[in-house]
């Protein structure tokens, strides 16, 4: 693995991909479930196609664990306008289900 945050971004992606390619061959879907209500999602990851899969209308923005502001993840929530807040190290560990968030 690369110690450069442009291609460990860039890696994800390929990852991204090649998990799409799989659940297409095997008809599984990739996208998580949508919030029942408006909501902040927490996750420790999400890929760029799991974020374009966001329904807008109950994802009012995101926190991750993981990432960079340089992955695409991150880049697409901004051309979206969609609130994100990446890499913050030990977040599941201190945000519970259901617990009131800001961004």
Do not use: C, K, N, W
Not at 13 to 22: C, K, T
Not at 26 to 46: E, F, K, Y
Not at 65 to 87: C, N
Not at 93 to 99: F, I, N, S
């Amino acid at each position: 693995a690369s110690p450069d945050p442009v291609f460990q971004a860039r890696a994800a992606d390929v990852e991204d991909v090649v998990g799409q390619l799989r659940r297409a061959l095997h008809g599984a879907g990739g996208t998580p479930p949508a919030p029942l209500q408006p909501s902040i999602v927490v996750a420790r990851d999400l890929a760029p196609s799991q974020t374009a899969g966001l329904d807008r209308a109950l994802v009012l923005g995101f926190a991750t664990e993981q990432g960079s502001a340089t992955a695409h993840t991150a880049i697409l929530a901004r051309a979206l306008g969609l609130p994100a807040v990446v890499g913050i190290p030990g977040l599941l560990e201190a945000v519970e289900d259901g617990q009131a968030v800001l961004l």
